[in-house]
């Protein structure tokens, strides 16, 4: 059964830190991601990576709110898994975020695009307080 699981959602201060990880160890993916989303608004991308061992600069991309903040890698010799380390915390990163994967290796303009990805977590809350 295919099934991303995410972890290390909780809460934090602003300026904090936290790490979300993602795994599934059922299927074989090429590209995962992060996306997050707040009541009422529209889940939006955060962070893509290529997992292939062939990995170019295309093959990662943040969103500019993500940007010297957050850092999407995957977890060295586990497949299928991806960690998103998050800095400097604001309040407005408050959200569920969910982890997402794709089969393909997604080329760099579809790799922040929602419907590239046809399997998703059932997310994990972070919660930022000032």
């Known amino acids: 059964q295919v099934q991303l699981v995410e972890s290390g959602g909780g809460s934090a201060q602003a300026g904090g830190s936290l790490r979300l990880s993602c795994v599934d160890s059922?299927?074989?993916?090429?590209?995962m991601a992060w996306f997050r989303q707040v009541p009422g608004k529209e889940r939006e991308a955060i962070a893509a990576?290529?997992?292939?061992?062939?990995?170019?600069?295309?093959?990662?991309?943040y969103a500019d709110s993500a940007l010297g903040r957050f850092t999407i890698s995957p977890v060295e010799n586990v497949n299928n898994s991806v960690i998103l380390h998050m800095d400097k915390l604001k309040p407005e990163d408050t959200a569920m975020y969910y982890c997402?994967?794709?089969?393909?290796?997604?080329?760099?303009?579809?790799?922040?695009?929602?419907?590239?990805?046809?399997?998703w977590g059932l997310g994990t809350q972070v919660t930022v307080s000032s």
């Open positions: 059922g299927y074989m993916y090429s590209t």
């Open positions: 990576i290529y997992l292939g061992r062939w990995y170019s600069a295309g093959d990662i991309s």
């Open positions: 997402a994967a794709s089969v393909y290796r997604l080329p760099a303009g579809l790799l922040l695009q929602r419907e590239a990805y046809d399997t």
